[in-house]
């Protein structure tokens, strides 16, 4: 039996994941990290949490820990994730859309956790995140968990390939349903704890606030465009814009109108009908790859909350590739993280570049910065 530190969130999967992993025999050691993210204590019990990683979090972590009589330690992960919400307020500003939870893992759960761990003599890691690991032909493979809705294999991609041999994913075979049952029949104390809905760093959603407290008077109102470059309006300013987004905007009109583009040099948005936003292809920058042998077709992801759609990849370089979608796809926001398949396995991914087929283009930019 191997000796494995969980990354324990107060919640009620990694609880699970923990308790599985004993309950087969291994040596399991809890590790809540501590992001110094502050929250309100909540007055009352609420259908689904806002955050993760708060003071109570940390206390259901322990409980959890107590129950299962596991060693359990908390370490300070504070300046460590300070880079990540530098890092989100910075792509915001730059009117693109980034994806916190990919670098949080990349970073810190499967690079900083292994560190922790490797001082603590432990042979793997493991969480409580929905996707699996696989033996394959070539050594071990990542893939979509069996439960569909809670699959989160796209926030995995940026893990280091050799780290699969040494994760450890419990629940990537069980429905949440099934995660829930199995906790309540254990009685640890977070069976019904809600699920997290949101950015531990941002409870609110608040973006534009997050970001004016990182960078005082950086975002300011300007001009919302259509496609022929007429101002039709004033935004607030870019944080928490992103493209294909239609409301929230203060536009009104006889049509509905989506953001097509954010041009941070002119602090402008750029509007346009459904039709005038879909894309044929995108070009992913920053490539990590699980795998040494890249299929010609593939099944791209590039939003959590969409489906993953058939597409072609075509390599620029080492770290860049283009894929050319079977149907033109509608939301592809620079920035955002994108993740590529072969069925269920997860082959790689990148973020989405701002280098995309034209919709304005220069013209607009150019029109703005000579007005």
């Known amino acids: 039996m191997a000796r494995i530190v969980v990354a324990m969130s107060g919640g009620v999967d990694s609880a699970v994941a923990a308790w599985r992993l004993r309950s087969a025999g291994h040596e399991v050691i809890g590790l809540f990290m501590r992001t110094g993210v502050t929250a309100p204590e909540p007055q009352a019990p609420a259908a689904s949490k806002q955050g993760c990683c708060s003071a109570q979090d940390s206390r259901d972590a322990r409980r959890v820990a107590d129950v299962l009589d596991i ?3 908390a370490l300070d992960f504070a300046a460590e994730f300070e880079r990540i919400i ?23 759960k499967f690079g900083k ?5 490797r001082a603590l003599g432990a042979d793997g890691i493991a969480t409580g995140h929905y996707a699996q690991v696989r033996s394959g032909p070539g050594g071990p493979e ?52 809600p699920d997290s809905v949101s950015l531990c760093f941002l409870p609110d959603g608040d973006v534009a606030g997050l970001v004016e407290r990182r960078r005082p008077g950086a975002a300011t109102p300007g001009p919302i465009l259509d496609r022929a470059g007429v101002q039709v309006g004033t935004h607030s300013g870019l944080p928490g814009v992103t493209v294909g987004q239609r409301k929230g905007l203060g536009v009104a009109g006889p049509a509905r109108r989506f953001v097509l583009e954010l041009l941070p040099q002119q602090n402008a948005i750029v509007l346009g009908t459904r039709a005038e936003a879909l894309v044929p292809d995108l070009i992913a920058e920053g490539c990590h790859w699980l795998t040494n042998e890249l299929p010609a ?45 072969a069925g269920s396995r997860v082959l790689g991914g990148g973020w989405i570049g701002k280098e995309q087929p034209a919709r304005l283009g220069a013209r607009v930019g150019a029109d703005v910065a000579s007005g």
């Not at 419990?170 to 049952?181: M, N």
């Open 297 to 341: 077709e593939v099944l791209t992801k590039f939003s959590y909350r969409e489906a993953a759609v058939p597409g072609r990849l075509g390599f620029r370089d080492a770290g860049t590739v283009r894929v050319r979608f079977e149907s033109p796809q509608f939301g592809v926001a620079p920035g955002q993280a994108v993740v590529f398949y």
């Open 113 to 117: 956790l292994w560190t922790c761990a």
């Open 86 to 108: 530098d890092h989100f307020a910075a792509e915001h500003l730059r009117g693109r859309t980034p994806n916190a939870c990919v670098l949080c893992n990349a970073w810190l």
């Open 142 to 193: 990542l893939h979509r968990a069996v439960d569909s809705a809670k699959d989160q294999s796209y926030f995995l991609f940026g893990i280091q390939q050799e780290m699969l041999a040494r994760l450890h994913l419990p629940l990537g075979s069980l429905t949440k349903p099934e995660v829930r049952q199995l906790a309540a029949a254990a009685g640890l104390p977070v069976a019904h704890k």
């Open 71 to 73: 060693p359990f330690y």
